[in-house]
Nanobody, 121 residues
Framework: QVQLVESGGGLVQAGGSLGLSCAAS????????MGWYRQAPGKQRELVARITSGGNANYADAVKGRFTISRDNARNTVYLQMDSLKPEDTAVYYC???????????????WGEGTLVTVSS
């Protein structure tokens, strides 16, 4: 099995910064894409940013230029640096990883438990 442990998040004023991290652990053969999604109250979960194993990143239009995703393959960890935060960034942020565990021959989807980010105006 693969476990994801998220950290970071919290309360910040508009214009401020926060960082999130998510570490994958377990009996893992390979980790592919890693990313962050978010879900605001009453809304569907949406992609925030995603990064491939080769380091190619893509972002939702709403966060381009403000958020930066990165990963440390040696630590199986993905990061999200969030700058110039806005009240509309308030949401629960979920880590998502595609990983191949020792018990499978293909990549599987894994989700973190979510961490709340609240941006006050």
């Amino acid at each position: 099995q693969v476990q994801l442990v998220e950290s970071g998040g919290g309360l910040v004023q508009a214009g401020g910064s926060l960082g999130l991290s998510c570490a994958a652990s377990g009996r893992i053969i390979h980790i592919g894409a890693m990313g962050w999604y978010r879900q605001a109250p009453g809304k569907q979960r949406e992609l925030v940013a995603r990064i491939t194993s080769g380091g190619n990143a893509n972002y939702a239009d709403a966060v381009k230029g403000r958020f930066t995703i990165s990963r440390d393959n040696a630590r199986n960890t993905v990061y999200l640096q969030m700058d110039s935060l806005k009240p509309e960034d308030t949401a629960v942020y979920y880590c998502h990883v595609i990983a191949t565990p020792y018990t499978a021959d293909y990549g599987m989807d894994y989700w973190g438990e979510g961490t709340l980010v609240t941006v006050s105006s």
